[in-house]
Each structure stands twice: as structure tokens, then as C-alpha cells.
């Protein structure tokens, strides 16, 4: 079963518009959330973690344990936001702590 | 260097051919992790390895594929009779394990492999 669900594969907003990213995942206990982006011909890196509560480049994530969500959101979306955006979950798995990932939401920015 | 690296960074090869795949994790994760990325899609779990051993092979889509870690660092990732389905970007990652926060996963560059 899936661990971490993006239903969205592609989401086009247009410059100025408010973007939203769904994550839902599969887990009774307390989890680590972690959002995650990839840029054209970059590496996979880090964007925020829910521990930290932090924003970053203007998205910020709130985790909702009632709705085992983590959507990923950010209120005027930029060019420079597109693109590849993977939502994390960190739980124990035998005696240590393993990462799932979603299966990716690619953001287009169109200008 | 402080990051994941990974080599090749591209390699072609024929069908029917072997490939090893290695990665290099940042020195002292004990986590590490093989994911593949077809072209626009998104990130599929190979294998996770804690220390030498692979609590999780899972995610291996054939026996076809294996891997192993060695000394608690470099990992190959290992492809028999490679076939054309297999063309993909191999990302490897490493973590360390933290008991609660802190925790984050590197990832190297990638291996682009294409099999012909």
C-alpha cells in the first residue's frame, strides 16, 4: 500500500496565483513530513520539514493529523517555482526510521 | 566532498549487458537508499541498506537487479541483462539516523542509463 499519496501528476497555475500541492499519507502514529523539490537539471533537495515549521521561497506546510494531510502550499506562485515536488514521510521501520516518497506533482508555472 | 556522489554520471550501454551503478553516501550515514526516475515520472523506491544489510529490497523490479553495500559506505547497484525498459536515472541517498528530528535525506546526482 502507499505510504505518501500526490494525487495530482501535473498542476499549471498561472504567475500570481495561489498553488497548492496535496499530500496524504498512511500512518497512526506521529510522523516526520518533509516536502522536497527538483529542479530542471538539479539534484533533489530538501525544501522544508513540518518539525521546523518554517517557510521557505514563501511555501509554508502544515501537517493535519485529523486528515493525515501535508499539503504543500504558497499564496502567489512564481516562475521560478516550477517544478518537480515530492512530499516525504520518515517512520521507524524495523528497529530504524526509513523515508517514502511520494510519487511527485510536477508544478508549471506559465507566465 | 561533503555530498552524495554518485558514478557514472551517464552510461550506455547494449542490450543484454551488465552495469554496476556505485554511490558514494556523505561519510557516517548509515542510510542509504536507490530510487530510479523514468523520464517525466516520479521517484520509484529500489532498495534501502541500514549500515551493510537491506532491511528492505522491496522495491527491486526483477532478480535482475541487486545491490550491496560494503563497509557501511560505497553501494553498487548492480543490472543483468539490462533491457531497454531499464533506461532510467538511478538517484542513490543517504541519511543518518536520528532518533527524532533532524533527519534528512541527500541525494547525489544521479546515473543516466541508457540501455540501447
Known amino acids: 500500500a502507499q505510504r505518501v499519496t500526490q494525487p495530482e501528476k501535473l498542476l499549471s497555475v498561472f504567475k500570481g496565483a495561489p498553488v497548492e500541492l496535496k499530500c496524504n499519507y498512511s500512518?497512526?502514529?506521529?510522523?516526520?513530513l518533509f516536502w522536497y523539490v527538483q529542479y530542471s537539471r538539479q539534484r533533489l533537495q530538501l525544501l522544508l520539514r513540518?518539525?521546523s515549521r518554517e517557510s521557505i521561497k514563501g511555501f509554508t506546510a502544515d501537517l493535519n493529523k485529523g486528515e493525515t494531510s501535508f499539503h504543500l502550499k504558497k499564496p502567489f506562485a512564481q516562475e521560478e517555482d516550477s517544478a518537480m515536488y515530492y512530499c516525504?514521510?520518515?517512520?521507524?521501520?524495523?528497529?530504524?526510521?526509513?523515508?517514502?516518497f511520494g510519487s511527485g506533482t510536477k508544478l508549471n508555472v506559465k507566465p | 566532498g561533503a555530498g552524495v556522489s554518485q558514478s557514472p554520471s551517464n552510461k550506455v550501454t547494449e542490450k543484454g549487458k551488465d552495469v554496476e551503478l556505485r554511490c558514494d553516501p556523505i561519510s557516517g550515514h548509515t542510510a542509504l537508499y536507490w530510487y530510479r526516475q523514468s523520464l517525466g515520472q516520479g521517484l520509484e523506491f529500489l532498495i534501502y541498506f541500514q549500515g551493510n544489510s537491506a532491511p528492505d529490497k522491496s522495491g527491486l523490479p526483477s532478480d535482475r537487479f541487486s545491490a550491496e553495500r560494503t563497509g557501511g559506505s560505497v553501494s553498487t547497484l548492480t543490472i543483468q541483462r539490462t533491457q531497454q525498459e531499464d533506461s532510467a536515472v538511478y538517484l542513490c541517498a543517504s541519511s543518518l539516523f536520528v532518533s527524532s528530528g533532524g533527519n534528512e535525506q541527500f541525494f547525489g546526482p544521479g546515473t543516466r542509463l541508457t540501455v540501447l
Open positions: 513540518h518539525i
Open positions: 516525504a514521510l520518515l517512520i521507524p521501520f524495523r528497529g530504524f526510521n526509513k523515508f517514502y
Open positions: 500512518y497512526s502514529g506521529s510522523p516526520e
